[in-house]
């Protein structure tokens, strides 16, 4: 297994070459392709989300020197969708590039206090569970935003249905709330009990086709589903 980066990687300073070169790149389309030159942060939102999802594919694979190609390609197209949108902001002069990589590293240091110092320096000592480390990036984020009381808030309202009813419970349980009482699903147990993702998948599948028999929009009731449990976690129980 590889060795985490450390700020004294001598090959930092080639890759700190590479990512210039590419925003070079990327400043010279934007001024002389005249596609490039009329793209909005509007206009690149469907390329993101298309580009995140190849990513995906590429994973889902499986283990090959093929797949790792791919992923190499797809990663390189949303790095291209972090860069555009850095060039577009950096062209009204809100931020740029650099800005967001110092941004996402202060996070990453503020956010894993169980391996980092506040300076940024590692700690002499690390957390040996993963439960620990949960408890701690917790605690780190609730102290960034001490007011916050919602469990929910943060989490993406377009993001799809099922990936949000996860994160949903997710944060519930991870926030003490009890699922069960607000949960119908949970509470009266499913009429199917799969014993692995194989058979969960073709459980889902099954609901969905049902569901398109009878009419219904799978992702939009579930969609609904998750605002109700989410809104029923702020009333008394």
């Not at 925003?23 to 942060?41: K, Q, Y």
Request: net charge negative; aromatic share 4%.
């Amino acid at each position: 297994m590889p060795t985490p980066t450390s700020a004294n990687d001598p090959g930092l300073p080639d890759r700190a070459c590479e990512v210039g070169e590419l925003l070079g790149t990327i400043a010279a389309l934007r001024e002389h392709c005249p596609w490039m030159g009329a793209l909005t942060h509007e206009s690149l939102v469907e390329y993101l989300i298309e580009e995140a999802y190849e990513v995906v594919d590429s994973i889902e694979a499986g283990d090959s020197p093929v797949r790792d190609h791919e992923l190499r390609g797809e990663l390189g197209d949303v790095l291209l969708q972090v860069v555009l949108h850095a060039r577009l902001a950096e062209e009204r002069g809100s931020f740029d590039f650099a800005d967001v990589v110092r941004s996402i590293n202060a996070k990453m240091v503020r956010r894993n206090q169980h391996v980092f110092k506040a300076d940024g320096s590692l700690r002499e000592t690390f957390p040996a569970s993963v439960e620990e480390i949960i408890v701690k990036w917790d605690a780190a984020k609730r102290a960034e935003k001490p007011g916050r009381q919602d469990p929910f808030e943060g989490i993406p309202p377009h993001l799809p249905a099922l990936a949000a009813a996860q994160k949903s419970l997710d944060r519930a349980a991870r926030a003490g709330l009890t699922v069960d009482a607000h949960c119908p699903a949970a509470a009266v147990g499913l009429p199917v009990s799969p014993a692995s993702e194989e058979a969960l998948g073709g459980l889902l599948l099954a609901i969905v086709a049902d569901a398109r028999e009878q009419g219904f929009d799978a992702e939009r009731a579930l969609r609904a589903a998750v605002r109700s449990f989410q809104n029923s976690q702020a009333q008394p129980s």
